[in-house]
């Protein structure tokens, strides 16, 4: 399903779109509770941010069909509430186009009391890394250089952001990690909530993300030597 967001809020989009970008991407929903979430209430400017980068966006409930994902560019994994979580053949099915080589963006959330934590876990146990604490800290700062995703951001507001240990980190609250060179988890859905959208460098990191996931990654030029590439990538992070 192809959304049409905000023309006003397309502008930084385009400005940071690169010249060669992914056409397609597979959105895995989370339902839309509380309106977070690509295509939902609470996150317009996300939505119209990354429709921006993409020739098309799809969105499907689950990633039970590992045909149907071979068959876009790039993934965007959404949280799925506070008790949702992978079943097994959707964990086998995000290491195998892992391994693809191809760009995945994961959201996890803060972890209050047991809410998420399930879902928090899947998400290292996919990465390669583990679940440190929840962030007190509202504004985080950058530590950490991306040719795209630190682009013109000094900090960003989290609402009590989840933390992690691995991956490299990009800011002094290990919230926002990239796992090899195409996995990026983001452990709170509020940096790219319309809520906070003006809070902080929060539209620019929240358009960058949109921006990275579209970007082609240098690689063999033969599809076989990306998928090397993605598995060799896998396993480190394992």
Do not use: C
């Not at 023309?7 to 597979?26: E, F, R």
């Not at 790219?192 to 970007?215: H, K, M, P």
């Amino acid at each position: 399903m192809k959304r049409v967001g905000a023309a006003s809020v397309l502008v930084l989009g385009a400005m940071l779109a690169p010249t060669a970008a992914a056409q397609s991407l597979l959105v895995s929903y989370s339902g839309g509770t509380g309106g977070k979430g690509y295509g939902f209430s609470n996150t317009e400017y996300f939505t119209a941010e990354v429709d921006a980068a993409f020739d098309s966006v799809t969105m499907t409930a689950n990633l039970n069909n590992l045909g149907q994902m071979m068959s876009y560019d790039a993934l965007l994994v959404d949280q799925r509430w506070r008790t949702g979580s992978l079943n097994a053949t959707e964990m086998a099915n995000l290491e195998a186009f892992i391994a693809t080589g191809r760009k995945v963006v994961i959201f996890g959330e803060k972890v209050e009391g047991n809410w998420w934590q399930n879902w928090n876990t899947q998400v290292m146990q996919i990465a390669g890394g583990h679940l440190d604490t929840a962030s007190n800290q509202d504004i985080v700062n950058v530590v950490g250089a991306d040719a795209i995703l630190t682009q013109g951001v000094e900090s960003v507001r989290t609402v009590g952001a989840a933390t992690v240990k691995g991956g490299t980190a990009f800011f002094d609250r290990n919230f926002a990690t990239m796992w090899g060179a195409n996995v990026l988890t983001v452990m709170d859905t509020d940096v790219v909530d319309d809520r906070y959208w003006f809070d902080q460098d929060n539209a620019v990191f929240s358009a960058n993300i949109a921006t990275w996931l579209a970007a082609p990654i240098p690689a063999p030029s033969s599809a076989m030597g990306l998928g090397l590439v993605g598995l060799a990538a896998l396993r480190r992070r394992r």
